[in-house]
């Protein structure tokens, strides 16, 4: 889902600097949890409509498959033709992205269905609390079991080594630790008795409740993903990517800005 995003928003991006209308294909039929599937140009008949043109190849296609594909004639063919499909991860125009940076987070924004049960969950779970801090952690099982191998696949140690040291650098605050997951077997009990000095939860939302979720945290920390990286676009929440399985040395300047880690996706 967030992968999708972001490589449509670069494509957006660049539309918008060259003063092109863009569609999105998944967001118009897969993941319709966004402001932008309710906009005129994206809707399923849309979607067929580019798909099966483009491959019977009466649209022109500009793919971005590959980290080493030819970028400047790729975007001359994109600048030729007024209707083009654009495709491939490796369309990336990050000066232009941060420039509609404001636009791209408003046509993402998450729809109220999803974001009000959020809200309320985590009301009930602040009740009576006063000067909290939210980390939000997003631990990516699942598919990272065999991603690069599984090596961010961390177990659940891992997790509570990096957020019982974050704990300690933020003395004298009531810590609230919400748990975004794809793994059913975590339990939010399990990691309350392992961190007693926080306040665990786990709201076991959906994709977009979970990404909202994270999106209302203070901080966010999470092995290298795209699902953390867009939660922290939308207020630009400090994030700390976890590299590796060593907490020991987390510090404040280890959770940086998005734009920072915009430019270094794994």
Known sequence: MCNN???????YAWGREHGRKTMSMRFSYKYK????SH????SFPMYLFAKYTAALRILPTASFKYEDCDFE??????????????SGWFARWYDLFLKYRSEICDLFKIDERYTSVVKAKMERAETGCIDIIRLGVHMRRGDYAVWKNGIYCYDNNTYISYISRFAALVPGKQLHVYLSTNDPDVSADYFQIA????????LAGSPPEDLFMLSECDYIMGPP???????????????CRMDTTDADNLTMSDFKLFDYWFRRIV
Do not use: W
Request: no cysteine.
């Open 225 to 239: 993903s795209t699902f953390s990286l867009v939660a922290a676009l939308y207020r630009d929440i400090p994030l």
């Open 5 to 11: 995003l972001l490589q449509f928003a670069h494509v």
């Open 195 to 202: 961190l007693p000095e926080v306040k665990v939860h786990l």
């Open 39 to 42: 906009s005129g140009l994206v």
């Open 33 to 36: 949890f966004f402001k932008i």
């Open 73 to 86: 004639a790729l975007e001359r063919k994109m600048m030729r033709h007024h209707n083009i499909v654009v």
